[in-house]
C-alpha cells in the first residue's frame, strides 16, 4: 500500500520567500504493522546481521547489561533521505537498551547505530537474542514494514533567525489570533499554522527538519570534528498528534477519502490497518510519549551519533 500526506494547507515559500533557502525533504516512514524479514527495512524486524559477528549488547555499568534491542534498520534503496553510511555503507541498524539507566544523569538513553554493506552478509543470524527484561514496554517496537514518502519541510519556527524569523513569528502569531476570534464567535474553520502544518512533518522520518518543541533548538556539533551535524533518523511516539492533524497519511487512492484508516483494510501483508494502529503503528514511547531526534556527522559519519529527546 502506498501511503500519502495530504498537501499543505498553502504555499508557505509564496508567503515568506526565503524560507526557499531552507527547504529540506525527508523521508516519513510510516510504519504499519507487517511481518517484515531480515532483507526488508523495518522497524521491530530481524536484522540482517551476520550469523559470526557478535550480537550488540549494553556496556554500561548496570545489573541489567545484556544484548541491546532491534529497533530498526533502514537501507538506503528504500529512502532517499537516508543520508550516507560510510565505507559505502547501504544499511543502517538502530538497536537500543531496553532501560533508562545511562548517561550523567543515569536517566538517559543509550542507542547505538550500526551502518554495513547488506551484501556482504551471507548467513543471517538466527535466532536472533533479546533481552530477559525489559524496563519499559514503550521501548519494544512492534514489527512493523515501512511505506516510504518523501516531503518537503522547513525549520522548526525557533530555528528561524533574523527578519525572516520575526516575519514568520508575526505571522504564527496573527493566525492564533484569528483562530481564538473565530473559536469566540463559533466559526467552524482552521487556520494553517507554521508550527503545526507546514514545517516539521511528525511521525518517524529519516532527514529533514528537527523539531525542538521541549529544549529549543539546541546546538549538535560533532564531538569528533566541531563540524554541525545534521538530523539523520526521528523517532516518534505518534505518528501525528492532534495539533498536527493536517501531516495524518491516507493510504493513495478515491476510496482512502472515503474510507479512511479505520475500516480494517489490509496493507498488503495479511496485516489490517486499525485506526488505533495507525496512530501509534509502532507501540514505541519515547521519553513522555515525545520523539528521540539522532544526528550524525556529514563529514564524518563514522563520528559518534548525537541524541536529543523532546
Known sequence: MIFTTPPR???????????????????????????????????????LWPADEPWPACDEDHRHGGPLLAVAQLYARDV????????????????WCPFDLHGPTG????????????AEVREVLAPQPEPAHVGFDGYVPAPCVLHPERVTEYPYIE??????GELVEEWEDAQEEAAYEAEDEDEDFALPSYQSDLSVAPGWKAGGHAAWNVTGPGNMDCHGCGHG???????????????SESWRPL????????EGEGEGE???DGVGTAEGDAHRPTGVAVGNFGKLNVFACPHDPAHPHRLSVQ
Open 107 to 118: 536517566y538517559g538513553m543509550h542507542v547505538r547505530l550500526r551502518w554495513r554493506r547488506s
Open 9 to 47: 494547507p498553502l504555499d508557505i515559500e509564496a508567503l515568506f520567500p526565503g524560507l526557499a533557502a531552507h527547504r529540506a525533504t525527508a523521508t516519513r516512514l510510516h510504519p504499519r504493522a507487517g511481518r517484515p524479514t531480515a532483507r526488508d527495512s523495518h522497524v521491530g524486524g530481524p536484522m
Open 266 to 268: 489490509g496493507d498488503g
Open 159 to 164: 530555528s528561524l533567525t533574523g527578519e525572516l
Open 80 to 95: 532517499p533521505d537516508l543520508a550516507a553510511g560510510p565505507d559505502g555503507s547501504d544499511l543502517l541498524q538502530v538497536f
Open 251 to 258: 493510504p493513495a487512492g478515491a476510496a482512502a477519502l472515503a
Open 229 to 243: 551535524m545534521r538530523l539523520l533518523l526521528t523517532v516518534d511516539s505518534y505518528e501525528w498528534r492532534s495539533d
